[in-house]
């Protein structure tokens, strides 16, 4: 055998030239380098020591590695180093991209809005290529700077078993939104309730007040209009109550309109010898609407002819009946000239304050609602505001409805400058830049420069919506304003001119059965269409039906600049027929199919690019160019489908008639044969 060098037989057996030498040096063999000559003795010792022919493959891409190595030093040693110091870089540079490719794929991930094809890559830790490719497949072409909407989103990620969530932002614009949120149980503190106090005229509102407050403003008012800054506290047994000293009306329908909730509690005050009132059902209503709890109180009993009994009998017509009758309205009679009874009443409130648990946080900036507000030559604008939640500061930025500013001074219900306001606490203040609406929301800000970027921001927003302002509910667009939820329902006003009428067309009405569609009558009564009955139209968005009555001009104006649908009758089938029209409207239809002809096919023809065309005669009815379409062989439907043409001669029809003979070609079907017959059908709405 001949010599061989030790690095060939490294080599030969897939070995490192290093481990070879390491080798023979434990055999006693000396070499000087792997260069070195071996004998043909060491050679068949070296044999027994290795299997030859075993397949090492990372050892042979070391030898490559050492061989690279060994010729750029026969060249010098310069060579060398970089040589080697690149081949290093190599396989660490190689090593780093195998770790950085190793890299856990997420269970879960959010995102807001959209992502463009790059961002969902990073967040899948997949590379874009791969998203892109996927997209390919599912018929997206896209690039990795394309953005993609939610549902290709979670295509994706589904694709991938990651669960995917998306995060809803909220401007802080619309602060509106979010400024009703509960805050944590542990930082809610009992807060006064709020109180707003209604009734018909005369019937001692005004006076019911003045007693609370033990002072003499009734006979300071001018015309009989109660002037104040809109709200004031009283203090009983150690605890608070916030009286609202606006028309009780205004209370509910103004502020609820814009979306405002003020009120806690409704105090009812009806004459005990004068009984129910047009305006004392009018007030139920509105209670009723808001959804809070109704306090009777019945005034007035210093009068010989008061009749208590005669008041509560008439309530229970408007499902207000008297704990003692075993209902669950509170009734306080009560004596507002003589003070009778207030004491008892303000107990009532407290009683009803404290089951119902009236809660804020005053560790927080302070939200609330405008109740009034003025320009004052002397001082700018001037804004009453409760504050509901949080606590209002001196100094503090402040976004009223459109308007913005900073809290220069505060003055409380009875004149004092005051620093703090806390929760269900009423003050004026100054310092907007404008003068905001009764029933504004309101939040104070940290920093004055958001606060006039928000203002700014909602004074432009509000520029924008009204030019592009959204009519209310009416009966012609009935069904594309559907409530969200399971129930649906048709919000009524109804007005006639007698008793009678109104009674029968409400029953009426409640008896219109339309499956899903609930009618919900939330206010009644006699004469003519009001304003009033317009503004609770338009905060409730309700239809006012009108029964041989005639809207006022001023209610007229109130229902073109609110937008409110107002439907007159003089006779009452017609008001069922139309509101029953609109409910239907408003249902999903159900659909059921009419067979409207039939065809045979007499002859076919193959054409290159078009397909079957069948000769046919129509023995049934008519076949029309938009009907749907089945295939009839032996008895049998073999396909159903829709027209694709429909000719006679050699001009397209709408359709073709019996005993006339047409050619038809089906859409993606051309296996038609002699003998078929082609029966034509539509889908018809079935009337409910």
Avoid at 123 to 132: A, C, D, Q, R, Y
Avoid at 554 to 561: D, P
Wanted: proline share 3%; charged share 30%; aromatic share 4%.
């Amino acid at each position: 055998m001949s010599k061989i060098r030790v690095h060939e037989y490294a080599k030969k057996n897939n070995i490192s030239s290093k481990d070879l030498m390491t080798k023979l040096k434990e055999m006693n063999i000396e070499v000087s380098n792997h260069m070195t000559m071996l004998e043909d003795e060491v050679v068949n010792k070296l044999d027994n020591e290795y299997s030859t022919g075993a397949e090492k493959p990372s050892v042979a891409d070391e030898f490559e590695v050492e061989e690279k190595v060994v010729r750029s030093k026969k060249n010098s040693n310069k060579k060398k180093k970089k040589g080697k110091g690149t081949e290093d870089k190599r396989q660490d540079n190689f090593a780093g991209r195998q770790q950085t490719q190793i890299v856990e794929t997420p269970d879960k991930i959010t995102f807001s809005g959209s992502l463009t094809v790059g961002e969902l890559a990073k967040k899948l830790s997949k590379e874009p290529s791969e998203i892109i490719k996927k997209l390919f497949m599912l018929g997206i072409m896209a690039t990795i700077n394309q953005d993609l909407d939610k549902d290709t989103i979670e295509l994706i990620a589904t694709d991938y078993g990651i669960e995917v969530e998306e995060e809803v932002v909220v401007s802080e614009t619309e602060f509106e939104t979010f400024i009703d949120e509960q805050d944590d149980e542990e930082n809610l503190k009992e807060r006064p309730a709020v109180v707003t106090i209604m009734g018909h005229v005369d019937h001692g509102k005004t006076t019911l007040l003045d007693s609370i407050r033990n002072s003499k403003v009734t006979a300071g008012e001018a015309g009989g209009i109660t002037q104040h800054i809109g709200a004031y506290q009283v203090e009983v047994n150690d605890k608070k109550i916030t009286f609202l000293d606006t028309p009780g009306h205004a209370a509910f329908t103004t502020m609820r309109a814009r979306g405002a909730q003020v009120t806690d509690i409704t105090i009812l005050v009806v004459a005990a010898d004068d009984g129910v009132m047009p305006q004392t059902v009018e007030a139920i209503s509105h209670a009723k609407a808001a959804g809070v709890p109704i306090i009777v109180a019945v005034n007035k009993m210093d009068k010989p002819a008061a009749n208590p009994d005669r008041v509560m009998q008439e309530l229970t017509e408007y499902e207000l009946v008297p704990e003692a009758w075993g209902g669950d309205t509170i009734f306080v009679p009560i004596s507002a000239i003589q003070g009778e009874g207030i004491d008892n009443l303000l107990e009532m409130i407290l009683l009803v304050s404290e089951v119902e648990e009236y809660k804020a946080n005053p560790n927080r900036y302070a939200t609330g609602t405008v109740i009034e507000a003025q320009l004052d030559k002397g001082k700018g604008t001037i804004a009453t505001l409760l504050v509901q939640n949080g606590t209002l500061r001196v100094g503090d930025p402040i976004v009223v409805g459109t308007s913005f500013g900073r809290v220069r001074a505060m003055v409380s219900d009875i004149g004092r400058r005051v620093k703090v306001a806390g929760p269900s606490t009423p003050v004026e203040i100054t310092g907007l830049n404008e003068v905001p609406q009764a029933g504004d929301r309101f939040m104070a800000f940290a920093d004055e420069k958001k606060a006039r970027q928000i203002g700014e921001s909602r004074a432009q927003e509000a520029l924008v919506a009204q030019r592009g302002e959204k009519s209310k509910l009416s009966l012609e667009d009935l069904f594309q304003q559907i409530q969200e939820g399971d129930v649906k329902e048709i919000n009524l006003i109804v007005k006639a001119d007698v008793q009678g009428s109104v009674e029968a067309m409400a029953a009426s009405l409640r008896k219109i059965d339309v499956e899903g569609v609930k009618v919900k009558i939330i206010h009644t009564g006699v004469g003519a269409i009001t304003e009033s009955d317009i503004i609770l139209a338009s905060a409730s968005n309700a239809i006012v039906i009108g029964f041989n009555v005639r809207p006022d001009v001023n209610a007229k104006r109130t229902a073109e600049l609110e937008n409110v649908d107002v439907r007159l009758h003089r006779i009452i089938y017609k008001v069922i027929e139309e509101i029953e029209s609109a409910m239907q409207g408003m249902l999903d239809p159900e659909f059921e199919e009419k067979v409207i002809g039939q065809a045979e096919v007499r002859q076919t023809f193959k054409v290159t690019k078009v397909g079957t065309i069948a000769g046919c005669y129509v023995i049934d009815g008519k076949i029309t160019r938009d009907s749907g379409v089945r295939i009839i062989r032996d008895g049998v439907v073999i396909f159903e489908g829709q027209l694709d043409t429909l000719k006679r001669f050699k001009d397209d029809v709408k359709e073709v008639a019996q005993n006339y003979e047409c050619g038809i070609t089906i859409e993606r079907y051309n296996d038609l044969k002699e003998g078929d017959i082609i029966e034509a059908y539509v889908m018809e709405e079935v009337k409910r």
